[in-house]
């Protein structure tokens, strides 16, 4: 097909038909309906594409909100770094922090130097440890926790250089290896989100696929008569894809309304269970608040839509294929 | 406008229903199609239409040749083509009025522009008070000239009738007979397959006769 076709076919495209086709079979005029609604299989279509798209919906939502969860957690950590003193054959250790950490501030792009005390690192490993005295008599290493200026980051190479020339047992730790481990962690819950979303579409056209060839061995006579008339197969698949776009649409809004009010509802069910095994801080860590933005519910209408081009185009390949089979 | 060349029909592994078929129908000609039940004349009538292949020889529909074209082609060609069924093959959801409408409905053309033409033919076939009935609720006879209006709405080139007044009285035989003359003289080939001698003896056509497979003109 060349352009021109292409764009006749758009601009010949019976887009009112299509919009009729939207509405339930109950509203739709009479005269529009040369293949009837009642012969399209349709409640347990409607009902399994309605699944199909809540779950593509609440996975497509999921994914993202790990990866905007992610995302901060990433910003977060990238503008700080720490600071490791060994305590081992360090004989004034306090004194040791202090020209550290005054040697830090001096620093270009570093905005805030916090000095952590022996406290401050012990309560780290409570943890793993617990309240013990004993963690008092460990050679618990020092911290300084500094933050750095994101608009004019430092040279963290040559910081990290000049802290191992000027002090011995000094280590900068820019949370470099977290950042990739979150990113793994990241780009491993998108892919198997959409290898989710893949499975998800090919049931959806292996579904379509059946009721169009059921729909059209029902409708054999119909079809039969239009052919007889000189309808094309351009005009047989419309009158069948109009039927389909349709129930793809009303489905995929069930199915997306349904994710939307799991999603708004979120925040709440993590507030519950935040008050049970698993703490608040824990879930926010993996999927933030549980909100979704605005932006995350486009992508439950963009399910929609996709789910609404997957039923147009299945049905209307679907329908050609039939029509091959003709004389 | 249609030539048959040597043209033969099987269905399946079983015998030829049609052999050597020859014959060549001009613009603006009426020809009777006849012959015993099982001679092969609704065959016939669907190799014309395009709805079945021949198993041989050359078929050529207003100058082209059945076998070169795609489906796209084929249904372009059927547009200028009525037919109607012994069947009527209504549609039943669709009203009378719907059924007759369609072959324009399909074209792409505009209620506006159709819907009085529907009307005065539905009227002049006999049918002004059945256009919103449905095809359930209609007699035989009242689908035989509801399937007819629908042949002849687009007003086509050529019109293929297969037994069009075998539901119907003598009276509105006579009148859909004269119909199709009508058509005829405004330009409309037309091929009516009948056993009806009385509906043949009216008019002085050419016969197409099948017998035993075979095609004579008399």
């Known amino acids: 097909m060349n352009a021109v076709h292409l764009i006749a076919d758009i601009r010949d495209y019976p887009w009112r038909n299509l919009v009729a086709g939207l509405l339930p079979a109950r509203f739709q005029p009479k005269t529009a309906l040369i293949v009837p609604s009642a012969s399209i299989a349709g409640n347990a279509l409607t009902v399994v594409i309605a699944i199909m798209s809540f779950l593509a919906c609440l996975t497509a939502g999921a994914v993202y909100m790990v990866n905007q969860s992610a995302e901060a957690w990433v910003k977060d950590i990238s503008s700080e770094i720490t600071i490791e003193l060994d305590p081992v054959n360090t004989a004034d250790i306090e004194k040791k922090m202090t020209l550290v950490s005054l040697f ?66 000094v280590t900068l730790d820019d949370h470099r290896r977290w950042r990739a481990e979150i990113r793994t962690l990241t780009r491993s819950a998108a892919l198997g989100g959409i290898a989710v979303l893949v499975l998800v579409a090919a049931a959806t056209v292996a579904v379509i696929v059946s009721a169009t060839r059921s729909a059209m061995a029902s409708n054999h006579e119909i079809i039969e008569v239009l052919h007889f008339v000189g309808a094309n197969e351009r005009f047989i698949s419309r009158e069948f894809e109009r039927h389909f776009v349709g129930l793809g649409v009303r489905a995929g809004l069930v199915g997306a309304v349904s994710a939307s009010l799991v999603f708004l509802l979120m925040p709440i069910v993590m507030q519950m269970l935040g008050e049970g095994p698993a703490t608040a801080t824990e879930m926010s860590r993996l999927v933030g608040t549980g909100e979704l933005d605005l932006k995350g519910y486009l992508f439950c209408v963009l399910v929609v839509f996709v789910v609404a081009c997957l039923c147009m185009i299945t049905s209307r390949l679907g329908v050609i294929r039939v029509l091959k089979s003709y004389a | 406008m249609i030539r048959f060349e040597n043209v033969g029909l099987r269905y399946g592994n079983g015998p030829e229903i049609l052999r050597d078929v020859n014959f060549h129908v001009l613009p603006g000609s009426f020809h009777f199609l006849t012959g015993p039940s099982g001679a092969g004349k609704t065959s016939l009538l669907r190799l014309l239409f395009m709805s079945l292949r021949p198993t041989r020889g050359l078929i050529f529909v207003f100058g082209e040749n059945v076998s070169d074209l795609s489906a796209a082609g084929r249904a372009e060609l059927r547009r200028r083509i009525g037919i109607v069924f012994q069947d009527f093959r209504l549609l039943d959801h669709l009203t009378t009025w719907e059924n007759v409408a369609l072959p324009l409905r399909v074209l792409g053309k505009k209620e506006g522009d159709y819907g009085e033409d529907v009307t005065d033919l539905l009227r002049w076939v006999g049918l002004g008070d059945r256009i919103n009935a449905y095809p359930e609720v209609l007699s035989g006879g009242e689908k035989q000239r509801a399937a007819i209006a629908r042949a002849v709405i687009g007003r086509p080139e050529l019109l293929l009738a297969d037994e069009p007044t075998g539901n119907v009285d003598p009276v509105i035989a006579d009148r859909l007979l004269r119909l199709f003359v009508e058509l005829n003289r405004l330009g409309t080939s037309v091929i009516i397959a009948t056993h009806d001698y009385g509906l043949m003896d009216q008019l002085d056509a050419p016969r197409l006769v099948l017998y035993e497979g075979h095609l004579e003109i008399r």
């Open chain 1, 104 to 169: 830090l501030a001096k620093q270009a792009g570093i905005t805030h130097v916090k000095p952590m005390t022996a406290q401050d690192s012990a309560k780290l490993l409570e943890p793993w440890l617990g309240h013990s005295d004993v963690l008092s008599a460990l050679p618990i290493p020092r911290l300084i926790a500094v933050e750095i200026d994101r608009s004019n980051p430092p040279d963290i190479n040559a910081i990290s250089e000049a802290l191992s020339q000027n002090f011995e047992g």
